[in-house]
T-cell receptor, first 115, second 115 residues
Framework: GAVVSQHPSWVICKSGTSVKIECRSL??????MFWYRQFPKQSLMLMAT?????????EQGVEKDKFLINHASLTLSTLTVTSAHPEDSSFYIC???????????FGQGTRLTVV | AQTVTQSQPEMSVQEAETVTLSCTYD???????LFWYKQPPSRQMILVIR??????QNATENRFSVNFQKAAKSFSLKISDSQLGDAAMYFC????????????FGSGTKLNVKP
């Protein structure tokens, strides 16, 4: 199957700083990428959907100024958590879908801890 | 909006036995896709099996099979000959056939496999 690589796998940052998470499709062109947040023992919560070259579409309740998403190329999307606070600590997962495909492939996730 | 319901937060099965995980969904669409994903402790989302709504035949992948009841909007996953490595969170998911970006997850079922 197609491979989606997410980096870093885990990151610890200080409160007030920003952290960037990368999501790359390694062997296909991802016209659409999705960013999810997952709390312990809960399901994936969609944060935003990004199409290459366009602004991301954020789900209701997700602060677009706090969670900056950039999908500048067909193989890379980034999620930047700005001015991170401890409540932003969570597991973030990306997935990527090629044009016309019904299937999305997931990255391995990033565990963010804000101290 | 479509909803996906997994009514079993947690289940247990004896190694080598069979277990069935339940999933129901609500939709007014006639064209859609259903998935079961496995999330082991590593938290990497792994596609287990998929079903196209237009196909009457139930999908099977080795020890994994589904019981797709379109009229009842039910999509259960049967795991035969359960193995210790099957222990994980299992998520049922729905993808719209009209908009591939509309993808909804259930709340998940934690499967324990007892040796």
């Amino acid at each position: 199957g197609a491979v989606v690589s997410q980096h870093p796998s885990w990151v610890i940052c200080k409160s007030g700083t920003s952290v960037k998470i990368e999501c790359r499709s390694l062997d296909f062109q991802a016209t659409t990428m999705f960013w999810y947040r997952q709390f312990p023992k809960q399901s994936l919560m969609l944060m935003a959907t990004s199409n290459e070259g366009s602004k991301a579409t954020y789900e209701q309740g997700v602060e677009k100024d706090k969670f900056l998403i950039n999908h500048a190329s067909l193989t890379l999307s980034t999620l930047t958590v700005t001015s991170a606070h401890p409540e932003d600590s969570s597991f973030y997962i990306c997935s990527a879908r090629a044009a016309g495909s019904t299937e999305a492939f997931f990255g391995q996730g990033t565990r963010l801890t804000v101290v | 909006a479509q909803t996906v319901t997994q009514s079993q937060p947690e289940m247990s099965v004896q190694e080598a036995e069979t277990v069935t995980l339940s999933c129901t969904y609500d939709t007014s669409e006639s064209d859609y896709y259903l998935f079961w994903y496995k999330q082991p402790p590593s938290r990497q989302m792994i596609l287990v099996i998929r079903q196209e709504a237009y196909k009457q035949q139930n999908a099977t992948e080795n020890r994994f099979s589904v019981n797709f009841q379109k009229a009842a909007k039910s999509f259960s996953l049967k795991i035969s000959d359960s193995q210790l490595g099957d222990a994980a969170m299992y998520f049922c998911a729905y993808r719209s056939g009209g908009d591939f970006n509309k993808f909804y997850f259930g709340s998940g079922t934690k499967l324990n496999v007892k040796p």
